[in-house]
Each structure stands twice: as C-alpha cells, then as structure tokens.
C-alpha cells in the first residue's frame, strides 16, 4: 500500500523566513496531493491541493510543487507569520472508484515573532 | 457552512467496554472516514465507507468496526476498549472520486 513520508518533524523559524516541508510517496498511482493545517486543538483542514498533471501551485504565501519522477512533493511557506504555527499534514491518494488518503506524520511548525 | 460533527469532544471509558463514535456530516458526502491521531504517527486510517452500508478497512483495522445505516451517519465501535485505544479520533468526509474532506472536531477517548 502507500506510505507516506514527511519532513522535517519540527521546524521552527523566524517571522518573516521561509518555510519548507517535504514529503516523499510510494505508489507511482497516486495523482492527488492535499495538504492540511491543523491549529492548536482544532480540527485539520484543507489549505491547498495539487493533483498529477500539475508541478506547481500557488495561492498567495503558500505554494505546493510535485515531482512525480522522483515521487515528492513539497509545501513552501513565505514570509511566515505567527498565525502560520501549526501542524501541517501532507497526504497522497488515488482515485480507485473512492477516495482513500494516506497522511504523513506532521510537521510542527513555530513561528516566532 | 460544512458541517461534520461528532457526538462527543471527550470520552472516558473503562477497559472491555464496548465503546461507540458517531459522526453526522450534512453535506450529501458519499465519503466518509474515520482516523485516528496520535502524537507522531499523524493520521492512520482505521476504516472508511464510500456508500451506505458499504465499508473497507484502512490501515490499522484491528480492534474496532463500523457501522454506515444512514448516509449522513459513521459509527465507529470499540468491540473491547483496551488502554492502547486511548487517542483522538477523527471522522471526515467528502465527495465522491478525490475531493477535500472535512473533517469533525475530534473525541479525545481515554480508556482506563
């Protein structure tokens, strides 16, 4: 089955800095790649997606890239700001007749003002 | 606004007690899940149903069952909670083919 790999485990940066998490995938299958945020007691949710037949995707302060040669994917965060600590989930999935996610294991994120 | 709610935040039940999870969303998801989330493991799928009274196995199946009778409602069910059950438990759904899922505000069950 899939698995997922995600890194750094914690990653702690000034206002202001870029952030980067990484996450590697194991079947070639998958074609869909969400990233999820999940504040501090609150549930996670959906902040930008990327699907196969795309290498990159921007919305404002956050961008996601795909490389499906080598199977990774990477969430960029610029000009990080306090309200951007949280817990970031990667995850893969495939369309086979319905939808099954496999998440990473999390990236806590600090920003420090 | 999207709504996927589940019945309890927080939950303390003995060792061997059948334990039910429920979650309710009102948005018509054909989808529904259920995770659960434990300090760096992330989010392991314990099962998921794409249709009412449909059900596959996830990834760590072992030690709970679903139940789908309606499409708006997920049960999880704990046949006889053990103290390595102690977690936080996520419901979510979505659309059908690969879609945004929504998930609930998570039941913290402590099994003592």
């Known amino acids: 089955g899939e698995n997922v790999e995600q890194h750094p485990s914690t990653l702690s940066v000034q206002e202001g800095d870029s952030a980067v998490i990484k996450c590697t995938y194991s079947?070639?299958?998958?074609?869909?790649f969400p990233w999820y945020k999940q504040e501090l007691g609150k549930r996670p949710q959906l902040i930008i997606d990327?699907?196969?037949?795309?290498g990159e995707k921007k919305d404002q302060r956050i961008a996601v890239t795909l490389n499906k040669t080598a199977k990774h994917f990477s969430l960029h965060i610029t000009e990080t700001q306090p309200e951007d600590s949280a817990v970031y989930f990667c995850?893969?999935?495939?369309?086979?007749?319905?939808?099954?996610?496999?998440f990473g294991t999390g990236t806590r994120l600090l920003v420090s003002p | 606004d999207v709504k996927v709610t589940q019945s309890s935040r927080y939950l303390v039940k003995r060792t061997g007690e059948k334990v039910f999870l429920e979650c309710v969303q009102d948005?018509?998801?054909?989808?529904m899940f259920w995770y659960r989330q434990d300090p760096g493991l992330g989010l392991r799928l314990i099962y998921f149903?794409?249709?009412?009274?449909?059900?596959e196995k996830g990834d760590i199946p072992e030690g709970y069952s679903v139940s789908r009778e309606k499409k708006e409602r997920f049960s999880l069910i704990l046949e006889s909670a053990s103290t390595n059950q102690t977690s936080m438990y996520l419901c979510?759904?979505?659309?059908?083919?690969?879609?945004?899922?929504?998930f609930g505000q998570g039941t913290r069950l402590t099994v003592v």
């Open positions: 979510a759904s979505s659309s059908r083919g690969l879609a945004e899922a929504f």
């Open positions: 079947d070639s299958a998958s074609n869909y």
């Open positions: 995850a893969a999935g495939k369309n086979t007749g319905f939808q099954k996610l496999v």
């Open positions: 948005m018509d998801h054909e989808n």
């Open positions: 149903s794409y249709d009412v009274k449909m059900k």
């Open positions: 990327i699907r196969s037949n795309v």
